[in-house]
Nanobody
Framework: QVQLVESGGGLVQAGGSLRLSCAAS????????MGWFRQAPGKEREFVAA????????YYADSMKGRFTISRDNAKNTVYLQMNSLKPEDTAVYYC??????????????????WGQGTQVTVSS
């Protein structure tokens, strides 16, 4: 059974930083795409960043480039999202996702079969 467990969310002031973690278990993820999405109240879930367990290619939403960094630790089966220069509009529930639909764009929810429960990030002004 695949499990994705996010952690690291919390309350931070504008301009601050947080690092989210996603611990993956339940299968071998070598060929999987791993992504972060977020959903603010009353809004659609939106793509944040993604990478694969192998290779160096990373994908970012335009609005997060330069502020957010996605990385992985293969030995720990963990994916991270480092978020810097946080803004109040970054407030959302952040979800980790895993998927094998590699023919789909990494920024679409359809590329992912498994989702974590989410972790709340709140940025105060």
């Amino acid at each position: 059974q695949v499990q994705l467990v996010e952690s690291g969310g919390g309350l931070v002031q504008a301009g601050g930083s947080l690092r989210l973690s996603c611990a993956a278990s339940g299968r071998t993820f070598n060929n999987y795409l791993m992504g972060w999405f977020r959903q603010a109240p009353g809004k659609e879930r939106e793509f944040v960043a993604a990478l694969r367990w192998t290779g160096d290619t990373k994908y970012y939403a335009d609005s997060m480039k330069g502020r957010f960094t996605i990385s992985r630790d293969n030995a720990k089966n963990t994916v991270y999202l480092q978020m810097n220069s946080l803004k109040p509009e970054d407030t959302a529930v952040y979800y980790c996702a895993a998927g094998q639909n590699s023919w789909l764009s990494p920024n679409t929810k359809l590329a992912y079969q498994y989702w974590g429960q989410g972790t709340q990030v709140t940025v105060s002004s």
